[in-house]
C-alpha cells in the first residue's frame, strides 16, 4: 500500500504554510468519515487492516499540518530544504547565546519556583513564536519563496517550543 | 455454539439483516448491557428487572460460578471465594495494589496478573470478569433472541495497555466477539449527545466504583472528537467507602476485625455514604460476629471532612486535561456527570465550583455508559441508518516508550495522540558484533522506566554482526482503534531484516485462550457439536459467495500465481463444505482467508481510495 501521497493533496489544500484552519479540520474530518475504523468494523481482518492504516495515515497528516511547526518543517521537506535540525551548526551565535540565557532564567524560576516569573517568561515567549510565525508565512508562501530564510525560522522555533515544554513541565511540577 | 463462532470472513457484508449487538458496561461495582432496539438505546433487565449486576462473582466448592446478587449473598459469609471490584486487579500485578494486605483473598503472585486461590481452583481477574461478561451475554441473547454479533466493553478512559488487553481476553472468554474497546466517558459522550443534540466542547466527568476519568470532547455535526483525557484508575466510590469504613473502627474501636467483619462494615459505610447524598446525616448499626455493637450515626459535615483529600483528588487530572487540551475552564460549555459516585452532593458542589458551573446531572449516571456503547456497537455491527452517521475520535490516555540508557524513558507515542497511531524510532547497536538487542515498552509518563508500567519485553534477534552503531534498528508502535499496541523491531541497514511483532499481553496467551475454548467445544453435546458443523458449512458458503463475487469485480488485481492459489483454496473449501469434520471446515476457512488476506487488502485499499476521491470532487462541486 502507497501512502505517500503528500499531506496537503489528500486534504485538497494548497502547499503553503497559511491554511484555512476550518477547512482542513472539515478535510480532515471528511476523510475520517471514510476510513476510520468504526466505519469498517464489520469487516474481515485484511479490511480492517487496510482501514486501520489509513486512518493512521490521515491522523499522522492532519497533526503534522495542525501544527505551525510540524507543518513548517513538513514543507521544507516537501520543498527539499534541509532544516539542518540534526546540526544546530548553522545557527547565529547570537541566537545561541540568548537561548542559554533563557534556559537559565528558567531553571532559576523553577529552583526558586517562582510561578509567576515562569508565567512571565511564558508569554514572552509566546509573543516571539507569533512574531516568528508570521514571518513564516512569507518565506514559505509559494514555491518562489525563500527556503532558506524559512529554515532559519524554524530552527528558532524549535528552540522557543523546547523552552515552552521546559516551562510547562516546571509548571507542572509546582503544582503537583 | 457463540464460542466457536468465527468472525466474519466474508468479504461483503450481507444486507439488511438487523444484527444483534449489544454494548457492554463492565463497571467496578455494577456491570450493564445495553442494545439498540427499534431505533432505541436500552439497557436489558434481568428476569426480575433489574439492570445492574453487580460484579461480584462467588466461588462455590465443585459448583459452577455464582454472579451479581447470587454471589453478593455470600460477600460476608465466603469473603475469600467472593470477589467483589475485581476490574481493580485487571492486568495488575501483586504489587501494583494498594491496600492489598487488608484484602480477604488469597493471592497468588503469578508473571504479569495477580491471580486468586479459591476453593473452585485458582482464578485471574481475566476470568472472573469473563463469568460476570458471561452472564451479561446470556441475559442478552435471551433477551434479544439469538447469538450476538459482536459487542461494544467500555474500559475506563485512563486504561493502560495491560488493562484493556486484559478485558478483550476476558470478552473473548465469555464467547464474545469484540467490536471495540470504547472508553466509558466516550460512551457517556455519545449518549449525552445524541440526546440533547450538544455542540461545543464539553468535559465527562466519570467517578464509578474504582476509577476516575475526566476527558474532554468537541462535539460538532456529529463528530466526537476527543481532545484529552485523564484520570486515576484506583480511585472510585470505593475508597470513599474506605474512609468511612475507617472512621467507623476509629469511632467504635473495634480494630482489628476479621475479613467478614470487614465486609459488613465495608457494606454498612457505603450505604452510609449513598444515604448522605439525600439525608443530613445517617445511622450506621450493626452487629460484628465478636457481638460487638456498632451503632453511630455519620453526618454530612463529617463525612464531607474525611473525604475531602478524595475529592480534591479528582481535581488535578481535571486540570491536567484541561492543560493537554489547549483549554480553560470557561470555554467548556458543559460538565456531564457520570458515575454513581457523582450523586455525592459535595462533589457536584466542588466540581461545580472548579468549573463555574452546575454540573449536569440530568441523565441516569448509572446507564449512560451501557446506552452509549449499546448505540456504537450497534453502527458498528454494520446497523448503521443514515442519521447514525456520528463518528469518534479518541485519543491513547497515557505515552508509550521504550527503555534506554540508565533506565530513561524514551518516549515514543505521546499521550492524548489520537489513535489510531503509529510511530517508528531508530535505534542502533552499542558493541561491535552486537546481535541482539533487548527491548523494554513501557507506559507512562514518567521519565524513570522504574516509574513507568512495563508492557513487553523483547530480544530482536539475528541482527549481522557490524561495528558498534552501524546497524539501523528500527522500533515501530502501532496503536489501534481500541487502543491496543503492537511493537515491531526490524534490522533496517544490511537489507537483512529481523522482525518481531510482539502485542503486550497480561491477560492470557492467545493459545491459552484458544485452548480454553477448545475444550469447551470438545466438551460440548453431539447437538451442539452437530450444530456447530451446520454453522461453519453456512460460513464457509458465503465465504465462497463472497470470495467468487469479488473475483468476478476485482480479479484484475491478481497475478496468475495468486489467482491458481486462491482457486485451489476455494476448491479445498468446498470439498470441506460437503464434509461434516469440524477440523477440516476450519481449516478449510482458515486456508482460503489466508490466501485471500493480501487481494482482500488490496481491494480495501482501492475503495478506500475511490471513495477519498469521490469525496474531494463532491467538494469541489460546491
Ligand atoms: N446515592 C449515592 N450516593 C453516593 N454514592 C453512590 C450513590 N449511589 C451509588 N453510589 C456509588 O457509586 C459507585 C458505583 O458507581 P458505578 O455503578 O457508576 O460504578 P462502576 O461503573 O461499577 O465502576 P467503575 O466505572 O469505576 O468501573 C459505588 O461506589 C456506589 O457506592
Ligand atoms: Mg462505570
Known amino acids: 500500500m502507497d501512502l505517500q501521497q503528500d499531506y496537503f493533496a489528500l486534504f485538497g489544500l494548497p502547499q503553503t504554510f497559511d491554511i484555512d484552519r476550518e477547512q482542513l479540520e472539515q478535510a480532515y474530518r471528511d476523510c475520517q468519515a471514510q476510513v476510520h475504523p468504526d466505519r469498517h468494523a464489520h469487516r474481515n481482518d485484511a479490511e480492517k487492516r487496510v482501514s486501520m492504516q489509513w486512518a493512521t495515515h490521515v ?53 526558586g519556583g517562582d510561578v509567576s516569573d515562569l508565567e512571565h517568561m511564558r508569554q514572552r515567549l509566546d509573543l516571539h513564536e507569533r512574531e516568528l510565525r508570521q514571518a513564516l508565512s512569507g518565506q514559505l508562501g509559494d514555491t518562489a519563496a525563500d527556503g532558506e530564510a524559512a529554515a532559519d525560522t524554524v530552527r528558532r522555533l524549535m528552540f522557543i517550543e523546547k523552552l515552552q515544554i521546559e516551562i510547562d513541565d516546571a509548571l507542572e511540577a509546582l503544582e503537583d | 455454539m457463540a464460542l466457536l463462532q468465527l468472525q466474519e470472513p466474508g468479504m461483503s457484508t450481507a444486507p439488511h439483516e438487523h444484527r444483534l449487538a449489544v454494548g457492554i458496561d463492565l463497571g467496578t461495582t455494577n456491570s450493564l448491557v445495553a442494545s439498540v432496539r427499534n431505533g432505541i438505546a436500552v439497557c436489558l433487565n434481568d428476569a426480575e428487572g433489574r439492570a445492574m449486576l453487580p460484579s461480584v462473582v462467588h466461588y462455590p466448592r465443585g459448583g459452577a460460578a455464582l454472579v451479581g446478587r447470587a454471589a453478593q449473598a455470600h460477600q460476608v459469609d465466603d469473603p475469600r471465594n467472593t470477589l467483589v471490584s475485581v476490574k481493580r486487579f485487571m492486568g495488575r500485578g501483586i504489587h501494583d495494589v494498594t491496600h492489598i494486605e487488608s484484602m480477604p483473598y488469597d493471592f497468588l503472585d503469578t508473571e504479569g496478573m495477580l491471580r486468586f486461590r479459591t476453593v473452585n481452583g485458582v482464578k485471574s481477574p481475566v476470568e472472573v470478569s469473563a463469568e460476570i461478561l458471561k452472564a451479561l451475554r446470556e441475559r442478552a441473547e435471551a433477551s434479544l433472541g439469538g447469538p450476538l454479533v459482536g459487542a461494544v466493553i ?8 495491560a488493562q484493556r488487553q486484559a478485558t478483550k481476553d476476558a470478552a473473548r472468554l465469555a464467547g464474545l466477539n469484540v467490536l471495540r474497546l470504547l472508553n466509558e466517558p466516550t460512551a457517556a ?93 445517617a445511622p450506621i448499626r450493626g452487629t460484628l460476629s465478636t457481638g460487638d455493637e456498632i451503632d453511630l ?16 483528588k479528582t481535581l488535578a487530572p481535571v486540570r491536567k486535561a484541561l492543560r493537554d487540551a489547549d483549554l480553560s475552564v470557561d470555554e467548556v460549555k458543559g460538565v456531564v456527570m457520570v458515575g454513581g459516585a457523582t450523586r455525592m452532593l459535595h462533589l457536584q458542589q466542588a466540581v461545580g465550583e472548579f468549573f463555574g458551573q452546575s454540573p449536569l446531572t440530568n441523565l441516569d449516571p448509572d446507564k449512560v455508559v451501557a446506552l452509549g456503547a ?18 469518534l475520535l479518541d485519543v491513547i490516555p497515557l505515552s508509550l516508550g521504550l527503555e534506554t540508557m540508565g533506565g530513561l524513558v524514551e518516549k515514543i507515542v505521546p499521550r492524548n495522540s489520537t489513535i489510531p497511531i503509529a510511530k517508528a524510532q531508530e535505534f542502533t547497536t552499542f558493541k561491535d558484533g552486537q546481535t541482539a538487542m533487548a527491548i523494554h515498552v513501557v507506559q507512562g509518563e514518567r521519565e524513570l522506566v522504574s516509574a513507568c508500567r512495563s508492557l513487553a519485553r523483547f530480544e530482536l534477534r539475528g541482527i549481522p554482526p557490524m561495528t558498534a552503531g552501524a546497524a539501523r534498528i528500527r522500533v515501530s508502535f502501532q ?28 491477560g492470557l496467551a492467545d493459545d491459552e485462550i484458544a485452548e480454553m475454548l477448545k475444550s469447551g467445544f470438545e466438551h ?62 476450519r481449516q478449510a476457512l482458515d486456508g482460503l482467508g489466508r490466501e485471500t488476506d493480501g487481494f482482500a487488502a488490496r481491494r480495501m485499499d482501492k475503495s478506500i481510495r475511490s471513495a477519498l476521491a469521490g469525496h474531494k470532487i463532491n467538494e469541489l462541486k460546491v
Open chain 2, 297 to 312: 450515626t455519620l453526618t454530612r459535615e463529617t463525612f464531607v471532612d474525611i473525604t475531602r483529600t478524595l475529592v480534591n
Open chain 2, 189 to 281: 459522550a455519545v449518549a449525552y449527545g445524541l440526546e440533547n443534540a450538544s455542540e461545543g466542547v464539553y468535559a465527562i466527568y466519570d467517578l464509578g466504583g474504582g476509577t476516575f476519568d475526566i476527558s474532554i470532547l468537541k462535539l460538532s455535526r456529529g463528530v466526537f472528537e476527543v481532545m484529552s483525557t485523564n484520570g486515576d484508575a484506583s480511585l472510585g466510590g470505593d475508597d470513599f467507602d474506605h474512609r468511612v469504613f475507617c472512621w467507623i473502627l476509629d469511632q467504635s474501636g473495634v480494630a482489628p476485625v476479621s475479613d467478614s467483619d470487614a465486609r459488613r462494615l465495608e457494606g454498612l459505610a457505603r450505604r452510609a455514604k449513598e444515604l448522605l447524598s439525600i439525608e443530613e446525616e
Open chain 2, 479 to 506: 496503536v489501534d482503534a481500541d487502543g491496543l499496541l503492537a511493537v515491531t523491531a526490524r534490522e533496517m541497514s544490511a537489507g537483512v531484516e529481523a522482525q518481531v511483532v510482539v502485542k503486550p499481553s497480561y
Open chain 1, 59 to 111: 491522523n499522522e497528516a492532519y497533526r503534522t499540518l495542525r501544527k505551525p511547526l510540524l507543518r513548517a518543517r513538513y514543507l521544507l521537506s516537501l520543498r527539499g530544504v534541509d532544516a539542518g535540525i540534526e546540526t544546530n551548526t548553522a545557527m547565529a551565535p547570537a541566537f545561541l547565546m540568548e537561548q542559554m540565557e533563557w534556559r537559565e532564567g528558567v531553571e532559576e524560576a523553577r529552583e
Open chain 2, 154 to 161: 467500555t474500559v475506563p478512559a485512563y486504561f493502560d495497555d
Open chain 2, 374 to 391: 449499546a448505540m456504537q456497537a450497534n453502527v458498528l455491527a454494520g446497523n448503521r441508518t443514515a442519521d447514525e452517521d456520528w463518528l
Open chain 2, 524 to 585: 460440548a453435546s453431539d447437538d451442539a457439536k452437530a450444530r456447530a458443523v451446520r454453522e461453519l458449512q453456512v460460513e464457509g458458503e458465503r465465504m465462497l459467495e463472497a470470495v467468487q463475487q469479488a473475483l468476478k469485480a476485482d480479479g484484475a488485481l491478481l497475478d496468475d500465481e495468486e489467482r491458481a492459489r486462491i482457486d485451489a483454496a476455494m476448491a479445498a473449501l468446498r470439498t470441506a463444505v460437503a464434509g461434516d469434520d469440524a477440523k477440516a471446515l
